[in-house]
Structure formats: structure tokens, C-alpha cells
């Protein structure tokens, strides 16, 4: 994610809206590169962490942190030149909801700004469950994952969540007044591994793993075998 964001955001230090930007770990890796970063997320216990270790990097500290929604922006106009929505929409379980945050992502954007955001791919839990084997192991697994193909829809005890084909997340964003730059997986098929953990903690293989990730993040034929899907996007000038 951070070597795709280092080549797709303008140059800081450009101000940048992290809409649901969790505890941080996207923010606080930019206000670090010399960009001016607000943080929005709209679960509590996540401001406080993103607060606290933003804090705890004063020499590079969050411009704000705030409680907010992304589908009602507490900006105004035209105020930023890059928004990352790189958790919202896969939470919003309607379509209408996940095109009102798009577009409040474009109300917010300069002319010419640049959006980052993510979908979760509609086969995510069809691969994992075969990749891990939980769908052998697992008994509810098999439904889970059959709904989830067919619907795109996931309610587990942890999230509930919708997920997007390729095509799904490209006609959201255009819907929303957007010009789509780029449709790319974010992990690449790398992360099916057996023995993935094993592969990433070792220096030299996860090395490997990020160039074969970024030499097929932009194939259609596999963009949809990464977990995420990125949409690169620009409201128009």
C-alpha cells in the first residue's frame, strides 16, 4: 500500500484527508513523508490510538484527528488534494451509501485531486478459505464463502462487510462524478502462499513478494486475486 501511495499522491506537502483511517498506520507514515494529514475515523476507540500515536511522533504529528463520517465530511470544498477512503466503502453495506462517500470525497477534493480507495474483492473469502483450508475445516466455512461469491455480502462476529468485483468498484467511483486512473491489486497473488508469514518475515522473500505484487497490481485477469482492489482516481479539473 505505502509503495503504491508514494507514486500515486501528489507531492507533500499536499494536504490529505485519511477518511476512516483507523488508529493511524496510513496517517502517521505520510505526516512522516511532509504531508499535512487530517485523520476521520468514526470508531472512538481508533481516534484515541491515532491521537496517541500521533503524540508520540512529534517531530511529524497528524495535522487533526477527529471522529467523523465519511459519508459527511466536517471539510469544506475543495479543501484537499488527496482523499484516502482505504476502509469505508467496504463497510457500507448499500450501494447509495458507498456513492455518497465517493461523492463527498469529490466535494472535498481541489480540482485535479487525487482519490485512493479500497474494496475488499469479491472472492477474498473463497481464496482464503482454500489458501488457509478453512473451508475444509470450518463448518459453517463452505456457506460463508458461497454467499458471499453470490451476494457479496459478509456478516461475521468481526466485521460485516461487502465486497466488490473489479468492474463493481470502477462504475462506483465514475458514478460519483470521478475519473478513474487505475484499477490495481494490492497484494497480488503472493499472499496465497502456505507459507506466507514465513516468507514475509524473511528480508530477501518479502522483497520478492512486493515486486511480483507490483509487477501484476494492474492485470485485470488478476487484479481480483488480491484481497484489496485499489481504485486511483482524480476529481476532474
Same mark, same amino acid.
Given at each position: 500500500?505505502?509503495?503504491?501511495?508514494?507514486?500515486?499522491l501528489?507531492? @507533500?506537502?499536499a494536504?490529505?484527508?485519511?477518511v /476512516?483511517?483507523? @488508529?493511524?498506520?496510513?496517517?502517521?507514515?505520510?505526516?512522516?513523508r511532509?504531508?499535512?494529514?487530517?485523520?476521520?475515523?468514526?470508531?472512538?476507540?481508533?481516534?484515541e490510538?491515532?491521537?496517541?500515536?500521533?503524540? @508520540?511522533?512529534?517531530?511529524?504529528?497528524?495535522?487533526?484527528?477527529?471522529?467523523?463520517d465519511?459519508?459527511?465530511?466536517?471539510?469544506?470544498? @475543495?479543501?484537499?488534494?488527496?482523499?484516502l477512503?482505504?476502509?469505508?466503502l467496504?463497510?457500507l453495506?448499500e450501494?447509495?451509501e458507498?456513492?455518497t462517500a465517493l461523492?463527498?470525497?469529490?466535494?472535498?477534493? %481541489?480540482?485535479?485531486?487525487?482519490?485512493a480507495a479500497?474494496?475488499?474483492?469479491?472472492?477474498?473469502?473463497?481464496?482464503?478459505?482454500?489458501?488457509?483450508?478453512?473451508?475444509?475445516?470450518?463448518?459453517?466455512r463452505?456457506?460463508?464463502?458461497?454467499?458471499?461469491?453470490?451476494t457479496?455480502?459478509?456478516a461475521?462476529?468481526?466485521?460485516?462487510?461487502?465486497l466488490?468485483?473489479?468492474?463493481e468498484l470502477?462504475e462506483?467511483?465514475?458514478a460519483?462524478?470521478?475519473?478513474?486512473d487505475?484499477?490495481?491489486?494490492?497484494? /497480488?497473488?503472493?499472499?496465497?502462499?502456505e507459507?506466507?508469514s514465513?516468507a514475509?518475515?524473511?528480508?530477501? %522473500?518479502?522483497?520478492?513478494?512486493?515486486?511480483?505484487?507490483?509487477?501484476v497490481?494492474?492485470?485485470?485477469?488478476?487484479?481480483?486475486?488480491?484481497t484489496?482492489?485499489?481504485?486511483?482516481?482524480?476529481?476532474?479539473s
Amino acid at each position: 500500500m505505502q509503495r503504491i501511495l508514494a507514486t500515486r499522491l501528489p507531492p @507533500a506537502p499536499a494536504t490529505v484527508l485519511d477518511v /476512516g483511517g483507523g @488508529a493511524g498506520v496510513h496517517a502517521l507514515w505520510l505526516a512522516e513523508r511532509g504531508y499535512e494529514v487530517h485523520l476521520v475515523e468514526p470508531v472512538p476507540v481508533q481516534v484515541e490510538q491515532a491521537r496517541a500515536a500521533s503524540n @508520540a511522533q512529534p517531530g511529524a504529528p497528524l495535522a487533526s484527528v477527529q471522529l467523523g463520517d465519511a459519508r459527511a465530511l466536517p471539510f469544506a470544498d @475543495a479543501s484537499a488534494d488527496a482523499v484516502l477512503l482505504l476502509g469505508p466503502l467496504y463497510h457500507l453495506a448499500e450501494r447509495s451509501e458507498r456513492i455518497t462517500a465517493l461523492a463527498e470525497a469529490r466535494r472535498v477534493l %481541489r480540482p485535479g485531486g487525487a482519490l485512493a480507495a479500497i474494496g475488499i474483492s469479491r472472492y477474498a473469502f473463497l481464496l482464503d478459505g482454500l489458501a488457509s483450508g478453512r473451508v475444509f475445516t470450518l463448518p459453517d466455512r463452505l456457506e460463508l464463502v458461497t454467499r458471499s461469491v453470490e451476494t457479496g455480502t459478509v456478516a461475521e462476529p468481526f466485521t460485516t462487510a461487502y465486497l466488490h468485483r473489479p468492474d463493481e468498484l470502477v462504475e462506483e467511483v465514475r458514478a460519483a462524478g470521478l475519473e478513474v486512473d487505475e484499477l490495481l491489486g494490492v497484494e /497480488g497473488p503472493g499472499w496465497l502462499l502456505e507459507q506466507f508469514s514465513r516468507a514475509w518475515a524473511d528480508a530477501r %522473500r518479502r522483497e520478492i513478494l512486493l515486486e511480483l505484487a507490483e509487477l501484476v497490481e494492474a492485470e485485470r485477469d488478476l487484479v481480483a486475486a488480491s484481497t484489496h482492489l485499489l481504485v486511483v482516481a482524480r476529481r476532474p479539473s
